[in-house]
């Protein structure tokens, strides 16, 4: 055979094969983006499926809780469950006012803000500023597991410890952690006062105008903290369904 005719047919030969091949990756590369989309149809009404029983379980929720609510409050009214004091469903004569529930669920929830904001703050400006990297390396971790202990398990901690406790000496213990957390601020707040006073209304008033004004906003201080004591004192935490019956 002609060396050229051979050199043709061999280029020929070639060029049929890479035709054959790149015929049957484009077939390949169709059945995988058919493949692809497929399964994408698929993922795709999986999680719709999920989703739909997410919002029908909802549905369900408030539909339960509507069909049993509606005929309560057609005989109870909506006055009295939210303006009664008064909650004790189990009695002979049942009553059901939740403004107590709503009154001590708020006092609890300032309560916790009260100790729970400055500690929070002084322990992440301790870690960052404060301690060094090798106690910062050491603490984090303890922190992060207190952080993944559900707080229903703080709760009935709280619940077995503090709970008998407050219902001894209720009283007693809510004027001091009031007294301990509002002294330091109640301080600090008097003497930034008093110097923003004494640089506006006194610029050339002497130590005896920041002492007078020192006396009489801890004067007022200390009248807010008795207030804050006296309705502590106006409070009565007893045990049995109505745990907190606050006087108001």
Request: hydrophobic share 55%; glycine share 8%.
């Amino acid at each position: 055979m002609n060396p050229i005719r051979r050199i043709m047919a061999e280029s020929e030969d070639r060029r049929r094969i890479e035709k054959d091949s790149s015929a049957n990756q484009l077939l390949l590369s169709r059945r995988a983006r058919r493949l692809h989309r497929a399964g994408a149809l698929l993922g795709q009404v999986f999680l719709t499926g999920i989703t739909s029983l997410s919002i029908i379980a909802v549905f369900f929720i408030f539909y339960f809780i509507a069909k049993d609510a509606i005929p309560f409050f057609s005989q109870q009214g909506f006055r009295e469950f939210f303006t009664s004091t008064r909650w004790y469903p189990s009695a002979s004569q049942p009553e059901f006012g939740v403004l107590a529930i709503f009154v001590g669920s708020g006092l609890v929830t300032l309560g916790a803000v009260l100790v729970s904001v400055p500690l929070g703050i002084s322990a992440a400006v301790c870690l960052s500023d404060v301690l060094s990297f090798r106690v910062r390396q050491l603490i984090k971790p303890v922190i992060e597991v207190l952080a993944a202990i559900p707080s229903v398990a703080y709760g009935f901690f709280a619940l077995v410890v503090f709970a008998p406790t407050l219902q001894n000496n209720g009283n007693l213990l809510l004027s001091f952690a009031a007294w301990m957390i509002l002294t330091p601020v109640l301080l600090i707040v008097t003497v930034i006062l008093a110097d923003l006073l004494k640089d506006r209304f006194f610029e050339h008033g002497g130590i005896a105008v920041k002492v007078f004004l020192l006396l009489l906003l801890g004067a007022g201080s200390a009248a807010f903290m008795l207030s804050v004591q006296r309705f502590i004192g106006g409070l009565s935490i007893d045990s049995g369904t109505n745990a907190l019956n606050v006087s108001i």
